[in-house]
């Protein structure tokens, strides 16, 4: 039987037990994880790592893009880290997306907003974080934002979440049945 694939988007180092755990988490739930840390993640040799990242998007079923502290690499093809890539792929597709942003982050922007010429250090390594969450926010759809403080956090919307989409295929196979009759 198929699985139902859902990819991980963040950056790597700075959220790796999160990504890890969350991993674990899926698969107990017999999800198939994308995760690019993992050994199973497809990577075609002649590709870039993040042309092979933004395959496997294209890959997946569901999205969760988790935002934290943390920048990342700048895509080769533009001047968005290749989070943002990964997520304006998975707007285009219009797969469900579940989005995370690191709760003191996502607080600090209206700071930043009001003195974008202060000094974030302390929250973030690079302000473009901060437009990027702007970036979603200001999308006209996929651009709800949960915040989180740790993975029980982000766990607990995902269950939360899935139960819904859930209720909204059970909803959409009734009304299908209605307008047969």
Not at 24 to 49: K, M, R
Not at 66 to 83: C, L, P
Request: positive net charge; hydrophobic residues 40%.
């Amino acid at each position: 039987m198929a699985k139902p694939r859902i990819f991980i988007s963040s950056t790597c180092f700075d959220l790796n037990d999160i990504r890890s755990e969350l991993t674990s988490f899926l698969e107990t739930y017999n999800f198939e994880v994308l995760n690019s840390q993992l050994a199973n993640f497809g990577v075609s040799p002649d590709l870039h790592s993040h042309t092979a990242c933004l395959e496997q998007v294209n890959n997946a079923d569901y999205f969760i893009v988790i935002i934290g502290k943390r920048r990342g690499g700048t895509y080769i093809a533009s001047e968005q880290s290749i989070t943002n890539e990964e997520y304006k792929l998975a707007v285009k597709r219009g797969i469900p997306i579940m989005i995370f942003v690191d709760k003191m982050v996502d607080n600090s922007l209206v700071l930043y907003k009001k003195n974008p010429t202060m000094n974030f250090s302390t929250i973030v390594d690079d302000k473009r974080i901060f437009h990027f969450v702007e970036y979603i926010k200001s999308s006209s759809s996929n651009n709800w934002i949960f915040q989180y403080e740790n993975i029980n956090d982000v766990k607990n919307v995902i269950k939360s979440q899935f139960s819904y989409y859930l209720l909204l295929f059970s909803q959409n196979i009734i009304k299908k049945k209605e307008k047969e009759k």
